[in-house]
């Protein structure tokens, strides 16, 4: 089970109140798990995601490990421009 990180900002209150129980908010906004089973984080994501829909505004980051993808690093966003990332020769970089 990998560490996963969520990332907030300008978020609505119902957004980190739900994340805070099932993660400690590290810094304001940001909110680690160091073992978060993929099933857990697929439901938080699911429920975040749901929540976007009805009352978008601001931004949601989510990163976990994942050795399927490039720097074996997840990534997913809402609200943000859609970023992904790619693998240039062994370096990371964020594609916009």
Not at 23 to 45: H, N, Q, T, Y
């Given at each position: ?21 099932v ?18 984080r ?55």
């Amino acid at each position: 089970m990998p560490m996963t990180v969520v990332v907030t900002r300008d978020v609505a209150d119902r957004f980190r109140g739900f994340l805070s129980s099932v993660m400690p908010e590290a810094a304001p906004g940001v909110f680690v798990a160091a073992e978060l089973s993929r099933g857990v984080r697929e439901r938080v994501w699911t429920v975040l995601s749901e929540w976007w829909a009805d009352m978008p505004g601001g931004s949601i980051v989510i990163l976990w490990k994942d050795d399927a993808a490039p720097g074996r690093l997840g990534l997913r966003t809402l609200g943000l421009p859609p970023r992904t990332l790619a693998d240039l020769d062994g370096a990371l970089l964020v594609r916009r």
